[in-house]
Nanobody, 119 residues
Framework: QVQLVESGGGLVQAGGSLRLSCAAS????????MGWYRQTSEKRRDLVAR???????NSADSVEGRFTISKDNAKNTVYLQMDSLKPEDTGVYYC?????????????WGQGTQVTVSS
């Protein structure tokens, strides 16, 4: 069983900062990708940022230069530092990992954390 526990969401004024954390636990042999997605009004999950096991990152154009993704391999934890927040960053943010469990690669999602940016 794999669990992803997210923290760090909340309410912040435009221009402020938040830091999201997501800790993965369970029978994970290896993690290939860790990332953050944001749910749209159409219930689609759009990529915000992700980082692979080599440390390479990619992020959505809308957050480039404002959000930074990082990870702590020893803790199986991924972070999303969000600076210069805008009202359009508001949404539910989901942690994601692609991990090897039982010899197979699987996708796992956190429960979601609400980020609200007021103008």
């Amino acid at each position: 069983q794999v669990q992803l526990v997210e923290s760090g969401g909340g309410l912040v004024q435009a221009g402020g900062s938040l830091r999201l954390s997501c800790a993965a636990s369970g029978s994970i042999f290896s993690i290939n990708v860790m990332g953050w997605y944001r749910q749209t009004s159409e219930k689609r999950r759009d990529l915000v940022a992700r980082i692979n096991n080599g440390g390479s990152t990619n992020s959505a154009d809308s957050v480039e230069g404002r959000f930074t993704i990082s990870k702590d391999n020893a803790k199986n934890t991924v972070y999303l530092q969000m600076d210069s927040l805008k009202p359009e960053d508001t949404g539910v943010y989901y942690c994601y990992i692609r991990g090897m469990v039982g010899g197979r690669w699987n996708d796992y999602w956190g429960q979601g954390t609400q980020v609200t940016v007021s103008s």
